[in-house]
């Protein structure tokens, strides 16, 4: 079976060409097979036309042990990890995406070790790790994102902030966890929020947790309309917005977004710190 057809150099990655078998093997899990390739002398971060590295193959499928032995057998022939682990496919992915996409945090956690970037530059393509994790609905890979250092903020074209991903996609825990880390709950995508995204979807459960955590009732989009004007007339959600609108915030409430404002990002980090009942870390936390 040859390892590598037509190649030419390409860079300073390694060899240009189609796919070979330690893709196949990357790609498939077959953590045997492509350890003897690495042993036999198979180039690692040899790329195919569209720029996919055996490393991307292993992500995409949460392959954590075959992105291992990428990793380690990168670092052994001298070749500087984070090159590798930071290489773009043709649109743009790096095998951080990946793995998020793929909702593996094995291979994320991995990735993260060696070295990777949580803030890739966004293309016209791609999302960052965080959007990836938001709209695969990996909790874990969330988590460890935002522990990475991942931007909560970051706008993608396609949903906007990660929080509007999660709730696009109608991941509640991911928006929480969002949420809980700092992220602006009216960050707006022309003026679109994400509680005017959870209005359109019919979610209670996210419209209950975005008020909670001090979502503008009143926010208007690019349209002049409220999220109360997306839900369908006598649904759930109409109900819960028009209820939410119509009771004041009582002082529990708005000490509770006072205290979360004024810690921002730190919120998660530094809330879970305090000696107060549990009780109380669920009220600040909206569990």
Not at 36 to 42: C, F, P, T, Y
Not at 44 to 52: E, G, W, Y
Not at 258 to 276: C, M
């Amino acid at each position: 079976m040859d390892i590598v057809t037509t190649p030419s150099f390409f860079g300073e990655i390694g060899l240009w060409a189609v796919r070979t078998a330690v893709h196949e093997a990357a790609f498939l899990g077959h953590a045997l097979l492509l350890h003897q390739l690495i042993q036999s002398g198979a180039a690692v971060n040899t790329m195919t036309m569209d720029s996919i590295t055996p490393l991307h193959e292993a992500c995409t499928q949460g392959q954590a042990q075959c992105a291992r032995l990428l990793l380690e057998a990168g670092a052994q022939v001298g070749e500087t990890p984070s090159t590798q682990v930071d290489v773009r496919t043709v649109h743009g992915s790096t095998a951080l995406c990946n793995a998020c996409a793929a909702g593996s945090p094995e291979c994320a956690k991995l990735l993260l070790e060696y070295g990777a970037t949580a803030n890739p530059t966004l293309t016209a393509l791609t999302a960052t790790p965080l959007h990836e994790a938001c709209i695969r609905g990996s909790v874990d890979c969330v988590r460890l994102m935002i522990a990475g250092g991942a931007e909560l903020e970051t706008y993608d074209i396609y949903f906007g902030t990660p929080l509007h991903a999660a709730c696009t996609k109608q991941h509640v825990e991911c928006a929480r966890v969002l949420l809980n880390a700092g992220a602006n709950v009216n960050a707006a995508r022309f003026h679109e929020t994400a509680l005017h995204i959870a209005a359109k979807h019919d979610s209670v459960s996210l419209i209950q947790m975005l008020v909670a955590f001090g979502a503008d009732r009143r926010a208007k989009d690019g349209r002049g309309k409220r999220p109360v004007d997306y839900a369908r007339p006598g649904s759930h959600s109409a109900q819960c917005l028009d209820f939410s609108g119509r009771t004041p915030q009582n002082l529990q409430h708005l000490c509770r977004l006072a205290l979360r404002s004024a810690r921002g990002r730190r919120t998660l980090q530094g809330v879970s710190k305090l000696t107060v009942p549990y009780l109380l870390l669920d009220y600040l936390y909206c569990s």
